[in-house]
C-alpha cells in the first residue's frame, strides 16, 4: 500500500509469532507493549515538574483461535506442580513489501520471562453465535533481548 506521502508502511497481517521456540500457529493478534515508568519533581519557584524516567513495564498479548489446550495447560502447571509458567516469546513482523523491510528487514521482537496475567479462557460456549472460539492470554515479561 502507497500512501499519499510515497511511503510503504508495515502491514499489521504480515507476522509469525513463536513461544518458546515453536510457531504459535492459531495467533490472530500479537501486541507487544512497554510502558515507561516515570518520577517527577518540582522544585520551588518553578511552574512546571521535572520528569525522569524510571523504568519499564513490558506486557504481551496474544490472541488466538483455540484449537489447543495452551490456556489450561499454563493453569493446569501451576495448580499440579505450584510453578510459575514462564516462557519467551518472539514475535515478528516480516512484510517485504514495507518500507521498514526493505530497510532493516523482519521486525523481530523477543521478551524473555513472562508470565500470564488476567483471565484465561478455559471454555467458551454460546448457542446464539456462529462465531470461532478465541482466547486472548495476556503477559507481564521481564525482560527484552
Do not use: H, W
Not at 14 to 31: P, Q, R, S, W, Y
Not at 45 to 51: A, D, E, F, R
Amino acid at each position: 500500500m502507497i500512501t499519499n506521502t510515497g511511503m510503504s508502511p508495515q502491514l499489521k497481517t504480515e507476522g509469525k509469532v513463536f513461544i518458546d521456540g515453536e510457531e504459535f500457529l492459531n495467533a490472530k493478534k500479537v501486541l507487544i507493549k512497554a510502558t515507561l515508568n516515570n518520577s517527577q519533581s518540582k522544585t520551588l519557584g518553578v511552574k512546571t515538574q521535572k520528569t525522569r524516567t524510571v523504568g519499564y513495564d513490558i506486557s504481551v498479548e496474544v490472541g488466538t483461535y483455540k484449537a489447543n489446550k495452551f490456556g489450561v495447560n499454563i493453569l493446569k502447571k501451576y495448580v499440579d506442580k505450584g510453578l510459575t509458567p514462564s516462557f519467551t516469546i518472539q514475535a515478528l513482523n516480516n512484510d517485504k513489501g514495507s518500507d521498514f523491510f526493505s530497510q532493516f528487514g523482519n521486525d523481530v521482537v523477543t521478551v524473555t520471562g513472562c508470565v500470564p496475567t488476567g483471565d484465561l479462557t478455559l471454555l467458551d460456549l454460546d448457542a446464539s453465535s456462529t462465531d470461532y472460539v478465541e482466547e486472548t492470554i495476556t503477559f507481564n515479561g521481564f525482560q527484552l533481548t
